[in-house]
């Protein structure tokens, strides 16, 4: 029996140090800034200001968990000055050994987007959109960052205000024309929402309309699935699955919700949920995986900013641990013979598995603290930066809009 188990928990190491070897995950600026609700922010001391303060915070995650591929950039909050800010951001590249990730365009809060940016009525207000999509793809092609990762917010609030079929037509043509621009490494992901900032009708709100957007405007077009875009009960993992089948899977914005596109820690309210979508990556071949970004998109106007990230990435990893301890053999057979119990056990017991000291293990055996987030706690590191930027984000009182 002890034989039995001991070779168990053997082969269960060699699964999850394998699977955590490969695994490694972007981490967004945003999600270091100070960030709240349309009800108001609570300005957090410790929360980054400027692009070397969230290239300090990425570079603080990646030395305690190991696994930060990239920073995801937000062109406005992060480049305002576009290319001219390439040098700069290259210096800390070289400082923090941390690379740029995704170029966020955005397209959302300027004043001239409140009926939409790439579908707006306006061919003028759509040409000034499309100028800033071409220059994020300029500043990717600088930062040798493969992916332009595309957040539309456009829409309508009431039936009848606007034109939906022809706001495809303009959405198209400026997709059609990102899509030229792009160089021969570069990829343009499609994201999808249901709703928010729009309530009636969102021009880009599900997986289908992104696909066939991602379709139109070229083969370097693919569909990016944010976890927490979808309306309630809707299956993710079946999404996967189709968007794997038809080779369209760009990547993820990794958070959880409980209701609605709440960017909350990645497997807070659902880890399950996070498994099987996992599960599904999984049964990509390795070699294939890196066409799938892992990014996490997640923005906590309560939790301290470092702090949900280091907790994020290590139950993103987690959760990949877990998924990669399914036997996909065993799984198939009893899956075609329809021994469904069985098929479901053979999922499920991957899932109940508790692989927290294996990838503890891991962790150490890569001088990595095994526990990253009391690493985080006894380093100083959040007093620190309290402390240097305590000042200028003086706490204030949340106002509401
Ligand atoms: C907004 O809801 C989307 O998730 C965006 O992808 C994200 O919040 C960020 O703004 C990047 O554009
Ligand atoms: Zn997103
Ligand atoms: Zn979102
Ligand atoms: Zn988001």
């Not at 039936?159 to 037509?169: A, K, L, M, V």
């Not at 009960?233 to 959880?256: K, M, P, R, S, Y």
């Not at 000291?357 to 891991?362: A, G, R, Y």
Request: charged share 25%; hydrophobic share 40%; proline share 4%.
């Amino acid at each position: 029996m002890a034989l039995e188990e001991g070779s168990r928990t053997e082969q269960h190491r060699q699964k999850i140090w394998k699977a955590l070897d490969d695994f490694r995950i972007e981490i967004p600026s945003w999600g270091f800034a100070n960030t709240g609700t349309r009800f108001g922010k609570f300005s957090q001391p410790a929360a980054a200001t400027s692009i070397e303060e969230k290239f300090a915070d990425a570079a603080q995650v990646h030395a305690l968990t190991g696994v930060v591929s990239n920073l995801a950039l937000h062109v406005l909050w992060d480049l305002p000055n576009g290319t001219a800010d390439v040098p700069k951001i290259q210096q800390l590249e070289q400082k923090t050994g941390i690379r740029s990730g995704s170029i966020n365009p955005n397209v959302f809060q300027d004043q001239e987007y409140k009926f939409g940016s790439i579908c707006n009525p306006s061919v003028e207000i759509r040409g000034k959109a499309l100028s800033h999509l071409l220059a994020s793809v300029e500043i990717g092609q600088a930062l040798n960052s493969r992916d332009v990762s595309l957040w539309i917010s456009d829409g309508s609030n009431y039936p009848g205000t606007q034109s939906i079929r022809r706001r495809i037509e303009w959405m198209e043509e400026v997709l059609a024309s990102t899509h030229e621009a792009l160089g021969p490494d570069q990829r343009m992901l499609v994201e999808y929402k249901p709703f928010e900032p729009a309530f009636y009708h969102t021009d880009i709100a599900d997986w289908g309309m992104a696909l066939e957007l991602a379709r139109r405007a070229g083969p370097k077009a693919k569909v990016l699935v944010d976890t927490g875009h979808h309306l309630q009960g809707t299956n993710i993992e079946q999404i996967v699955a189709w968007l794997l089948h038809l080779n369209a899977l760009g990547g993820f914005h990794f958070n959880d919700r409980k209701y609605a596109d709440d960017d909350l820690t990645i497997g807070s309210i659902d880890p399950y949920q996070v498994f099987r979508i996992f599960h599904e990556i999984l049964s990509v071949r390795v070699e294939d995986r890196s066409a799938i970004a892992f990014m996490i998109d997640q923005s906590h106007n309560l939790k301290g900013k470092v702090e949900a990230m280091v907790q994020t990435v290590c139950t993103a990893q987690e959760l990949f641990a877990k998924a990669s301890l399914v036997d996909h053999e065993k799984l198939a057979e009893l899956q075609d013979t329809c021994r469904l119990v069985e098929a479901e056990e053979c999922f499920r017991d991957a899932f109940w598995q508790d692989v927290r000291p294996i990838v503890n293990e891991w962790r150490e055996a890569r001088k990595l603290p095994a526990n990253p987030l009391h690493a985080l706690a006894q380093s100083g590191y959040i007093e620190r930066i309290t402390e240097e930027r305590g000042a200028r984000n003086s706490a204030s009182i949340s106002s509401y809009a």
